[in-house]
């Protein structure tokens, strides 16, 4: 396994080993005692969510308030634009965004922890993800920024306005929105 930092620190790209042959592949995607070893995170999830999405599909960019997730996303068949912004006020890095491709081809995964929001657009004919958590889903707490938020500026690699959901169509700027200490 191999984690890089990315340019908001604590979020890291985790790559796993993969073994392949004539047969295939098999690769551990999560191993918690490596883990550990190479961040000092001891993590602990609670619920698995698994998503299927058709081009174009945004979703996002959502966090929780009062009960924040800590996510590990993996892209099982196809390739997504997943995109994670710091929601902490009292953090450098408030307000910013880094963005990277996920795909079932490059096997990477991404760490996003608690106080970041999080979404992603499918630049695949369609995508699925797997997402593990550090805390149940609380749709009270559950809030949504707005994908094209001009503050963010976020470079999504689509044309054109995505494929989204009525609550991600409803979702606040970033100046108006619910964020941590």
Known sequence: ???????????????????GDERGFFFESFNARR????????????????????????RGLHYQVRRPQGKLVRVVAGAIFDVVVDMRRSSPFFGRWIGLELSADNRRQLWIPPGFAHGFVVTSDYAECLYSTTDYWSPEDERVIRWNDPALAIEWPISGVPMLSSKDNQGVLLAEAEAFP
């Open 1 to 19: 396994m191999k984690v890089t930092p990315t340019a908001l620190p604590e979020v890291l790209i985790v790559e796993p080993q993969v073994f």
């Open 35 to 58: 883990f550990e070893q190479l961040t000092g995170l001891a993590l602990h999830f609670v619920q698995e969510n698994h998503s299927r999405s058709a081009r174009h599909v945004l």
